[in-house]
């Protein structure tokens, strides 16, 4: 909707501080003659909860004439200062005209809700926190006006409750929605929430003031006036002081203060109230149960106020209140952790949440894996430290309009010593398992080598020699020779299928021959003939595909033809589909629609071995069951970077 601009809304705030004021003297001038108990508690009260909100809004709209926060105030304090005058300036009417009135206007009471709420769903900055609660204000709107008409027309009507309970939930929703925005907000937007959040508990105070009043009184008296004027007048100051100077006090330590000191009165008043009431019918008279009552409250004051403190404190002001209780979170969560890619994100995780900031990243001074998008804006580092060896720093995203106080450096330097015995932990993890792939690497590598040397080298070498043992047996002469000769020739070719034995054993042929893809679709066809079933196997990939090193082949050919062995011996599934793909690393997925494990089997030898080939080589083995039914092994082995091409050229 279209706001004000700048020059209007400086002539129309005053204006309407001025219609508030007039209203309220008005009603004052009109009231002072038929009730002079109350009236200058009346004035205090009307004073008060008008003017205090409408200043304030005025003031707000003076510094930020788009804020709707400011003209919702303004509205509000125009609105008390008309229900709270009703019954003075309505004494100028007519008996038939004021009972008329009194009619039309008995639902009217409800508007004087109607801004605090809007300010609980736009507070701090004058705009919705998401298109969905935008949608249930307006529809919460809708139920102001038919309360007044309905109750205009037919108050006695059940029909009024409809109306009455969307009323309530426009409340609710107000309170749940300021909620999750304290929950999201950082920085200068969470300081002005909070500050928010302490005039709020002005509410429950003004009415706890009021139920005193009353349970001493029997009537509404000078408290119950102080009660609706604190209730009525804390809000709009508290609005001002976010908006105008959040900074004009610690509102964290404010806040944990007044939390903690209300809950505590609270309790003292409470307990004195019971035991004195309880012992003193139990006894007869009330100066003993007096003395048992202060007794109780002395010894419950001190371990109740550690407690209540604990409590505000963790909720306002985080980990920072309680470090070793972000350091035994911190144990407690790497216990789970498994990867080192788990650990350090644990570790940034927890970091973040207790100090409620929005990122934090670990940042090494070595790799140690896939790392996250740098941090932005203003970074706050502590250093990593092991054994007098410098590993990194972990840093923090500090949101825009906050400062890091001295307690939550400490607590991060703190978070700093514990993460770098972690951090130490998992470089030496990764430097084992790069040696564990390098030497499996090697290791294939060379059995490649082998392999080919003794199929290309010895193997026809003796190949020649059987074949110059036939052409020798056939020219040659007399039974002994010709013996020798067939002995020769029955040794060299035992010989002959020993290498190709130990060739095939060191490294699958098909590899060599045909290729990963081909290979694992010769392999699908051999099994397919032992299904006890119609089964079809699709294996998909690039039949060209980059030169891949030998001990991911190996390792992705065995992972296949292993997952394949299990589809047919133990799924009964009917369609099976592999698919190879390469794209900065080697991934294999064999899906199937047959029966899957059931949840908490146990992983047989066969998973196992899949798990180990895919982690000798740094790489990961995933067996899970589709939503759609069957089971899906998912394998992604690493490759190793391009080397990059040197080219000569202008800069």
Same mark, same amino acid.
């Given at each position: 909707?279209?706001?004000?601009?700048?020059?209007?809304?400086?002539?129309?705030?005053?204006?309407?501080?001025?219609?508030?004021?007039?209203?309220?003297?008005?009603?004052?001038?009109?009231?002072?003659?038929?009730?002079?108990?109350?009236?200058?508690?009346?004035?205090?009260?009307?004073?008060?909860?008008?003017?205090?909100?409408?200043?304030?809004?005025?003031?707000?709209?003076?510094?930020?004439?788009?804020?709707?926060?400011?003209?919702?105030?303004?509205?509000?304090?125009?609105?008390?200062?008309?229900?709270?005058?009703?019954?003075?300036?309505?004494?100028?009417?007519?008996?038939?005209?004021?009972?008329?009135?009194?009619?039309?206007?008995?639902?009217?009471?409800?508007?004087?809700?109607?801004?605090?709420?809007?300010?609980?769903?736009?507070?701090?900055?004058?705009?919705?926190?998401?298109?969905?609660?935008?949608?249930?204000?307006?529809?919460?709107?809708?139920?102001?006006?038919?309360?007044?008409? $309905?109750?205009?027309?037919?108050?006695?009507?059940?029909?009024?409750?409809?109306?009455?309970?969307?009323?309530?939930?426009?409340?609710?929703?107000?309170?749940?929605?300021?909620?999750?925005?304290?929950?999201?907000?950082?920085?200068?937007?969470?300081?002005?929430?909070?500050?928010?959040?302490?005039?709020?508990?002005?509410?429950?105070?003004?009415?706890?003031?009021?139920?005193?009043?009353?349970?001493?009184?029997?009537?509404?008296?000078?408290?119950?006036?102080?009660?609706?004027?604190?209730?009525?007048?804390?809000?709009?100051?508290?609005?001002?002081?976010?908006?105008?100077?959040?900074?004009?006090?610690?509102?964290?330590?404010?806040?944990?203060?007044?939390?903690?000191?209300?809950?505590?009165?609270?309790?003292?008043?409470?307990?004195?109230?019971?035991?004195?009431?309880?012992?003193?019918?139990?006894?007869?008279?009330?100066?003993?149960?007096?003395?048992?009552?202060?007794? /109780?409250?002395?010894?419950?004051?001190?371990?109740?106020?550690?407690?209540?403190?604990?409590?505000?404190?963790?909720?306002?002001?985080?980990?920072?209140?309680?470090?070793?209780?972000?350091?035994?979170?911190?144990?407690?969560?790497?216990?789970?952790?498994?990867?080192?890619?788990?650990?350090?994100?644990?570790?940034?995780?927890?970091?973040?949440?207790?100090?409620?900031?929005?990122?934090?990243?670990?940042?090494? !001074?070595?790799?140690?894996?896939?790392?996250?998008?740098?941090?932005?804006?203003?970074?706050?580092?502590?250093?990593?430290?092991?054994?007098?060896?410098?590993?990194?720093?972990?840093?923090?995203?500090?949101?825009?309009?906050?400062?890091?106080?001295?307690?939550?450096?400490?607590?991060?330097?703190?978070?700093?010593?514990?993460?770098?015995?972690?951090?130490?932990?998992?470089?030496?993890?990764?430097?084992?398992?790069?040696?564990?792939?390098?030497?499996?690497?090697?290791?294939?590598?060379?059995?490649?080598?082998?392999?080919?040397?003794?199929?290309?080298?010895?193997?026809?070498?003796?190949?020649?020699?059987?074949?110059?043992?036939?052409?020798?047996?056939?020219?040659?002469?007399?039974?002994?020779?010709?013996?020798?000769?067939?002995?020769?020739?029955?040794?060299?070719?035992?010989?002959?299928?020993? $290498?190709? !034995?130990?060739?095939?054993?060191?490294?699958?042929?098909?590899?060599?021959?045909?290729?990963?893809?081909?290979?694992?679709?010769?392999?699908?066809?051999?099994?397919?003939?032992?299904?006890?079933?119609?089964?079809?196997?699709?294996?998909?990939?690039?039949?060209?595909?980059?030169?891949?090193?030998?001990?991911?082949?190996?390792?992705?050919?065995?992972?296949?033809?292993?997952?394949?062995?299990?589809?047919?011996?133990?799924?009964?599934?009917?369609?099976?589909?592999?698919?190879?793909? /390469?794209?900065?690393?080697?991934?294999?997925?064999?899906?199937?629609?047959?029966?899957?494990?059931?949840?908490?089997?146990?992983?047989?030898?066969?998973?196992?071995?899949?798990?180990?080939?895919?982690?000798?080589?740094?790489?990961?083995?995933? $067996?899970?069951?589709?939503?759609?039914?069957?089971?899906?092994?998912?394998?992604?082995?690493?490759?190793?970077?391009?080397?990059?091409?040197?080219?000569?050229?202008?800069?």
């Amino acid at each position: 909707m279209n706001r004000p601009p700048a020059a209007a809304a400086r002539i129309a705030a005053p204006a309407i501080v001025a219609l508030v004021a007039a209203v309220d003297v008005v009603a004052y001038l009109y009231l002072r003659g038929s009730d002079t108990d109350h009236a200058a508690l009346f004035l205090a009260l009307l004073l008060c909860a008008t003017l205090t909100a409408s200043v304030v809004g005025a003031l707000i709209v003076r510094r930020q004439p788009r804020n709707a926060v400011g003209w919702l105030l303004l509205v509000h304090g125009l609105l008390v200062a008309v229900a709270l005058g009703y019954d003075g300036y309505a004494e100028a009417l007519s008996p038939a005209a004021r009972a008329d009135w009194d009619r039309i206007t008995s639902g009217a009471w409800v508007f004087v809700y109607l801004c605090p709420a809007l300010i609980g769903y736009l507070f701090p900055d004058g705009r919705f926190l998401s298109a969905r609660w935008r949608r249930f204000v307006y529809v919460c709107l809708a139920c102001y006006p038919l309360l007044v008409a $309905i109750a205009a027309v037919s108050p006695d009507s059940p029909a009024v409750f409809v109306p009455l309970a969307g009323v309530a939930a426009s409340l609710f929703g107000a309170v749940l929605c300021a909620r999750a925005r304290l929950k999201r907000a950082e920085g200068a937007e969470r300081e002005q929430l909070l500050w928010f959040v302490w005039a709020a508990l002005g509410i429950p105070a003004g009415i706890a003031i009021c139920w005193v009043d009353y349970a001493l009184t029997g009537e509404a008296g000078p408290l119950t006036f102080a009660g609706v004027t604190l209730a009525g007048s804390v809000i709009p100051l508290g609005i001002g002081a976010a908006v105008l100077r959040r900074g004009l006090f610690d509102i964290e330590l404010v806040l944990s203060r007044t939390l903690t000191y209300g809950a505590l009165t609270a309790m003292v008043v409470a307990v004195y109230a019971g035991v004195v009431q309880g012992l003193g019918r139990l006894l007869g008279g009330e100066g003993a149960a007096g003395l048992i009552a202060v007794g /109780v409250v002395a010894a419950a004051i001190q371990p109740v106020h550690s407690a209540v403190r604990r409590r505000a404190e963790r909720w306002v002001y985080g980990d920072r209140a309680d470090p070793l209780a972000a350091l035994r979170r911190l144990a407690e969560r790497l216990e789970g952790s498994l990867s080192p890619a788990e650990v350090l994100g644990t570790v940034t995780g927890t970091v973040a949440e207790a100090l409620r900031v929005r990122r934090a990243a670990v940042e090494l !001074r070595r790799d140690a894996g896939p790392s996250a998008a740098p941090l932005t804006g203003e970074v706050v580092r502590a250093p990593l430290t092991y054994q007098g060896e410098p590993l990194g720093d972990l840093a923090v995203e500090v949101p825009p309009g906050r400062q890091l106080t001295a307690a939550d450096r400490r607590l991060l330097a703190d978070l700093a010593r514990q993460a770098a015995a972690v951090v130490n932990a998992v470089h030496l993890t990764l430097d084992l398992q790069r040696s564990r792939a390098r030497l499996v690497t090697a290791r294939e590598e060379e059995r490649r080598r082998l392999r080919r040397d003794l199929h290309d080298g010895l193997g026809p070498s003796l190949a020649a020699i059987v074949l110059k043992l036939d052409a020798v047996a056939t020219t040659a002469t007399g039974a002994q020779a010709g013996a020798l000769l067939r002995e020769l020739r029955t040794e060299t070719r035992a010989a002959i299928a020993e $290498i190709r !034995r130990l060739v095939d054993d060191l490294r699958p042929p098909a590899l060599d021959e045909v290729g990963l893809v081909a290979a694992i679709r010769q392999q699908a066809q051999r099994l397919t003939r032992l299904a006890s079933g119609p089964l079809v196997i699709t294996v998909e990939g690039p039949e060209q595909q980059p030169p891949l090193p030998a001990a991911a082949e190996v390792a992705a050919y065995r992972i296949a033809a292993e997952a394949l062995t299990n589809v047919v011996r133990h799924s009964g599934a009917s369609r099976c589909t592999v698919v190879v793909a /390469v794209d900065g690393a080697l991934e294999l997925r064999i899906a199937d629609n047959g029966a899957s494990a059931a949840a908490g089997t146990r992983p047989g030898v066969g998973w196992e071995s899949m798990r180990e080939r895919a982690a000798e080589l740094s790489g990961s083995c995933t $067996i899970a069951r589709r939503p759609e039914g069957g089971t899906l092994v998912r394998a992604v082995l690493p490759l190793p970077a391009p080397r990059p091409v040197r080219t000569t050229g202008d800069a």
